[in-house]
């Protein structure tokens, strides 16, 4: 099983990056990690989760206020989207379509 990050959710994740490392030095680092350890993870956990929206499989993300929004396709798992668990639920519905 393939992970494919998509360039969507590549820019969320840099987003973020540059969010924590605004708040503290070092913390941008640590998030990118901390995701990329998560996503990583799809390859046992794919399937498993929540669905959400009936599109898209909901991972919540172990150490940051966010979740990876993904779909497996054939044999590949596709991270469409990482956002903040924090907003609007309509604001994330937004954001993947």
């Known amino acids: ?3 494919i990050v ?3 959710a590549r820019r969320a994740i840099a987003d973020g990056i540059q969010f924590y490392e605004d ?3 070092g913390l941008g680092a640590y ?19 929540q669905v959400f929206d009936d ?3 909901r991972m919540t993300c172990r150490t940051f ?3 990876i929004y993904y779909r ?8 469409y989207a990482v956002l903040d668990d924090r907003r609007d639920p ?8």
């Open 6 to 8: 998509l360039r969507s």
């Open 65 to 67: 206020p966010c979740s």
């Open 90 to 97: 309509e604001w994330i519905r937004s954001r993947l379509n």
């Open 23 to 25: 708040q503290e030095s």
């Open 72 to 79: 497996i396709e054939n044999s590949d798992v596709k991270v």
């Open 31 to 49: 998030f990118l990690d901390s995701i990329m350890a998560d996503i990583r993870s799809l390859k046992i956990y794919a399937g498993v989760h």
């Open 1 to 3: 099983m393939r992970i």
């Open 55 to 57: 599109r898209y499989y």
